[in-house]
């Protein structure tokens, strides 16, 4: 099993572009199902969730796969699906393959998907997918870990979810735009991975408004054809390389960022002491002081994103003073905690809220990976640490973020993969 190496203390220079970004590409892949036409999908990620939804569309019978003359597209053609389940096996491994259940219910009349499970970060239910689906006539029942949809076609409804959820506003959504008559979503998450999905259904034909904001409203197409799209860069990344900048005390440019998309983080980093510049699609991290400690909430967008939370946490190590870094969307995203503490960070959990004494002097130490981003921020961490961390597991990372170790390299990292 692959673990990354590091030698901290070195300072981070230069310039690094994004990678496309993974979220957006599982949705925009899973919209795919709902076309008989090719879609293509340019600046993806070669990350192992990729594969993972890749492979589930093979047990499908869609055509989908890495585009052989160019290393970062997907063409998928689910003309041939001819299997409407999605394995225990598969699902598992990565829940956002639960997006497929809108587009085949909606598309063929019928799904058969695992339940995804928890995983890492929280017990994670699907209760709003499937209230979504059942409302727009969807007939939903469990059946031996997997849950069985059919009812097409689907007709359109108003509905308010419960709590705002990412990948549960895709699926409803991406049902909807199939379904007889006009559909109404309201509390709707409003991330710009969302905004980026209905910017594809629209091209692919789909008749949506009011993404980016919590009432969308789809009126069902009898019909909707393929697409091509070059996939916006990831904020995620962006944000990840930003604190590893930052927490070297660097100065890095980042290319191919959205910097609207990153409000709340970029204004953390700012409060942070982290001087930043925006040009164009370029972001732009340097510290010219020190850096200071704050708190940080996350939420849903356009809060602070739960996906930054390990990262800043390990840049507000270094930072002088205390913080408070408190998490509201998942119920168990401290799995870093005691990794960092292995690192020598002063941390004490309280419910929701981690309570960071800063400034602390931080020593390498062998680490295990738990989830993507708590990878995430223990390469951040282990960049400021004295002499080498070892991070173990490292195939979280791999799931989410593409040759993250020859990135950190190119700006100075001592930084080394070891198989
Ligand atoms: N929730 C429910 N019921 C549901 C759905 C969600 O109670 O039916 C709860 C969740 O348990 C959580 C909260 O609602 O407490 C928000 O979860 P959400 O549904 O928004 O998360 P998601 O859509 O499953 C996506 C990203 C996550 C990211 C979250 C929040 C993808 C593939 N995943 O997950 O990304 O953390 O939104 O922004 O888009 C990651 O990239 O590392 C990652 C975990």
Redesign the pocket.
Known sequence: MDRIVVRGGRRLTGEVTLSGS???T??LMAAALLTDDEVVLRNVPRVR?VDGLLAIFEALGAKAGWDPQDSHAVRINASTVCRYEAPYDLVRK???S??VLGPLVTRFGQARVSEPGG?A???????????GIEALGGKTHLDHGYVEVSGAPLVGVNFS??????????NVMMAATLAKGETVLENA?R?P?VVELVEVLRKMGADIEGEGTARIVIRGVERLHGVEHCVAGDR?EAGTLLCAAAVTHGDVWIHGASAETMGATLEKLREIGVEITVQGDSIRARVPNGLHGTHVT?A??PGF???MQAQIMALLLVAEGSSVVTEK???N?FMHVPELQRLGADITLDGRSAHLRGGAKLMGAPVMAT???ASAGLLVAALAAEGETTVHRVYHID??YERIEEKLKSLGADIRREG
Do not use: W
């Open positions: 993974k979220n957006s599982l949705a969730d990565m829940r956002a639960f997006m995983c970060i929280g017990v994670r239910p699907i209760d709003q997918h499937l209230k979810f419960d709590i705002t959820t990412v990948n549960g506003t895709q998450a991330e991975e995620i996350t849903p967008y994103a739960t996906d969307v998942f119920e995203r989830d993507l981003r799931r989410g």
